[in-house]
Structures are given as structure tokens and as C-alpha cells.
Nanobody, 124 residues
Framework: QVQLVESGGGLVQAGGSLRLSCAASGRTFSSHVMGWFRQAPGKEREFVAV????????YYADSVKGRFTISRGNAKNTVYLQMYSLKPEDTAVYYC?????????????????WGQGTQVTVSS
């Protein structure tokens, strides 16, 4: 089993920044990619960003490209999502997840383990 714990969410004004963290423990797979997703009330869970285990490759949703940065900690068991220039439409519960494999994938169905989520609220 893999445990994923997100932290760093909160309330921020539009234009502000937040950094989310995801700590992984348990039976993590060294080659599997890690992703961030978000889900707003009444909406489906949507892809935000993904990173390979080495951190060498990343991919972003168009809605966050240029504003969000996904990265790995040095110990590789932590994934970060640095969010800049936040907008009210970024308001959602943010989840980190570990994929089944090592390919950069964006569908939530390709992810096996999920954290409990952290709330991000951006006020206008």
C-alpha cells in the first residue's frame, strides 16, 4: 500500500501564491509518475500536472501552464505543486496521486493511489 498525504492548502487572494506538498510513504514504486488533480464542487476531477519519478519530465494542463510548477523533493518521496497568479477558478480540492506506471498520463483512471486532498480557495 501507498499512503499519500497532501498539505499546504488554504485561503488566498487572487494573484497570490501557494505551495502544495504531497508526502508519499509505504510501498512506493520508484519508476511511477506522480500527478496532481483538482476537483471543484459539482465538477469532475481534472488533471493539473504530472511528473516522472526522476523529475526530468513534466506535463501541465493548459489552464495552469505558466502559473503552476510541479517538482520532486530530493528524497523523491515528496512532490510539490507551486502555484502562482492564482485565480478564483483555481478553487478546488487538490489531490496528489501515484500512477500505475511510468508514462506521463493525465486521466485519473491511470492513477492507483490517491491522497485525501487539500482545499485551495482563491478569493476575488
Amino acid at each position: 500500500q501507498v499512503q499519500l498525504v497532501e498539505s499546504g492548502g488554504g485561503l488566498v487572494q487572487a494573484g497570490g501564491s501557494l505551495r502544495l506538498s504531497c508526502a508519499a510513504s509505504g510501498r512506493t514504486f520508484s519508476s511511477h509518475v506522480m500527478g496532481w488533480f483538482r476537483q471543484a464542487p459539482g465538477k469532475e476531477r481534472e488533471f493539473v500536472a504530472v511528473i516522472t519519478w526522476s523529475g526530468g519530465s513534466t506535463y501541465y494542463a493548459d489552464s495552469v501552464k505558466g502559473r503552476f510548477t510541479i517538482s520532486r523533493g530530493n528524497a523523491k518521496n515528496t512532490v510539490y505543486l507551486q502555484m502562482y497568479s492564482l485565480k478564483p477558478e483555481d478553487t478546488a480540492v487538490y489531490y496528489c496521486a501515484q500512477a500505475y506506471g511510468s508514462v506521463l498520463v493525465t486521466s485519473p483512471y491511470n492513477y492507483e493511489y490517491w491522497g485525501q486532498g487539500t482545499q485551495v480557495t482563491v478569493s476575488s
